[in-house]
């Protein structure tokens, strides 16, 4: 079944309040295209150094609750972040630890 409209517009809006609140680099933001597509994993990030480009593709079936949504959308804008600040990273504990907290933090905003 694929992603109803407004679950494209939660992840859309939760990706960008998360750019909004944490990016270091702001400028950064008008560099980011969200996609949506028929894919084996929820969410892809890729990043394009010369130009400090993403493409972020979130899978184009239902969420089943909100907790999923943000949780993947918080994974997602983490490999955003530890492109910019550390370049190659791994799902590390680190990493989890980011993930989680913006995770925490997404789910007080609503």
Known sequence: MNIPNEQKDQIIKKFFLLCDNFLPVKEVKKNIKIFFREQS???ETFFQ????????????QEYKSLEFLCQVVSHEFTHVLFYLVRGRHDHDQLFKVYAIGFYFWLLKQN
């Not at 150094?49 to 184009?60: D, V």
């Open 41 to 43: 994993v929820e969410g």
């Open 49 to 60: 150094a010369p130009e400090r480009s993403f493409k972020i593709y979130f899978w184009n």
